[in-house]
């Protein structure tokens, strides 16, 4: 896979040709003949509005999230998230089924469905957005992906079908995860852990004092730090930081602009702690770190 330091394409989630309901699914051979004729294509990275759950019946490769390649074999169920920064490995072998859909249509199956919450655990310390469940589980998952892709074909299709089939399907991925971080909380952590992340996303470059997200949130900064470690591995404060930096690694390559401006946009007060900051977090200076992932990705 080549990379070059350019302005990936953010790509917003089409909800006319998804019928206005949140969620669409499309072929990976689709997706592979797609790449050979339009710009921008799906093989070289972009950012996201949405979710894609990427399921990978034949093929095997490695799937760029946010910097890091993570190996994937048929049978293989791939997560990425709202914002993540990814690229696909496909070839004319490679044959799957990829499910698109919306932070709202998430909210929408939590609300109706009463099932578990679902986190955008991608910051915590075990982060592993690749799923391979055994024999029995995989069955059950194909099976489910498939109902779900003639539902969705379905001119007449029901809403309430997709959302069942949907929330089963999830459910069966995190019983293939039992290790899973956030599997251990209750659905009151969960949506405090969920909460806090959505001010965390939405306030960054302005706030990065872990007490005033707990104040946000009308709880301790004791009870926030217990659900963060719970959830994710990492202290409020470890996730705060991890999320600038990740913020500021994709701006770094995405936007490709000067460290004084990110320093700006990130909220710092001048380039030079801007710089100390993201030294002490990535062991790398911020131009360090362009040139380094000019020259591995090239």
């Given at each position: 896979?080549?990379?070059?330091?350019?302005?990936?394409?953010?790509?917003?989630?089409?909800?006319?040709?998804?019928?206005n309901?949140?969620?669409?699914?499309?072929?990976?051979?689709?997706?592979?003949?797609?790449?050979?004729?339009?710009?921008?294509?799906p093989?070289?990275?972009?950012?996201?509005?949405?979710?894609?759950?990427?399921?990978?019946?034949?093929?095997?490769?490695?799937?760029?999230?946010?910097?890091i390649?993570?190996?994937?074999?048929?049978?293989?169920?791939?997560?990425?998230?709202?914002?993540?920064?990814?690229?696909?490995?496909?070839?004319?072998?490679?044959?799957?089924?990829?499910?698109l859909?919306?932070?709202?249509?998430?909210?929408?199956?939590?609300?109706?469905?009463?099932?578990p919450?679902?986190?955008p655990?991608?910051?915590?310390?075990?982060?592993?957005?690749?799923?391979?469940?055994?024999k029995?589980?995989?069955?059950?998952?194909?099976l489910?992906?498939?109902?779900?892709?003639?539902?969705?074909?379905?001119?007449?299709?029901?809403?309430?079908?997709?959302?069942?089939?949907?929330?089963?399907?999830?459910?069966?991925?995190?019983?293939?995860?039992?290790?899973?971080?956030?599997?251990?909380?209750?659905?009151?952590?969960?949506?405090?852990?969920?909460?806090?992340?959505?001010?965390l996303?939405?306030?960054?470059?302005?706030?990065?004092?872990?007490?005033?997200?707990?104040?946000?949130?009308?709880?301790?900064?004791?009870?926030?730090?217990?659900?963060?470690?719970?959830?994710?591995?990492?202290?409020?404060?470890?996730?705060?930081?991890?999320?600038?930096?990740?913020?500021?690694?994709?701006?770094?390559?995405?936007?490709?602009?000067t460290?004084?401006?990110?320093?700006w946009?990130?909220?710092?007060?001048?380039?030079?702690?801007?710089?100390?900051?993201?030294k002490?977090?990535?062991?790398?200076?911020?131009?360090?770190?362009?040139?380094?992932?000019?020259r591995?990705?090239?």
């Amino acid at each position: 896979m080549v990379l070059t330091i350019m302005d990936f394409p953010e790509i917003a989630f089409n909800y006319q040709k998804a019928g206005n309901i949140g969620i669409e699914s499309i072929r990976l051979e689709d997706l592979y003949n797609r790449a050979q004729v339009i710009e921008p294509t799906p093989i070289t990275p972009h950012r996201l509005n949405f979710y894609n759950l990427i399921f990978v019946e034949q093929g095997a490769g490695k799937h760029l999230i946010d910097f890091i390649e993570y190996s994937f074999e048929p049978g293989s169920f791939i997560l990425v998230h709202p914002d993540q920064v990814h690229a696909y490995d496909l070839d004319a072998e490679t044959k799957g089924e990829v499910l698109l859909f919306t932070g709202s249509f998430v909210e929408l199956v939590l609300n109706n469905m009463r099932m578990p919450g679902f986190s955008p655990n991608h910051l915590g310390v075990n982060y592993q957005p690749v799923i391979k469940p055994y024999k029995a589980g995989l069955a059950s998952c194909v099976l489910l992906m498939e109902e779900l892709s003639k539902e969705l074909a379905n001119p007449s299709r029901d809403v309430l079908i997709l959302m069942h089939l949907f929330s089963c399907l999830l459910l069966m991925l995190r019983r293939e995860q039992p290790e899973a971080d956030n599997n251990t909380l209750s659905t009151g952590q969960m949506d405090r852990l969920n909460r806090f992340l959505s001010l965390l996303h939405s306030n960054f470059t302005t706030m990065r004092d872990a007490s005033l997200y707990a104040d946000k949130l009308h709880t301790t900064y004791k009870t926030l730090n217990q659900v963060c470690k719970k959830g994710t591995g990492q202290t409020a404060k470890q996730l705060i930081d991890a999320y600038t930096l990740l913020e500021a690694k994709r701006r770094l390559v995405i936007d490709n602009c000067t460290t004084q401006q990110l320093a700006w946009d990130l909220g710092f007060n001048d380039a030079s702690n801007f710089v100390k900051y993201f030294k002490k977090h990535a062991h790398y200076t911020p131009s360090d770190f362009r040139k380094l992932y000019a020259r591995t990705s090239s």
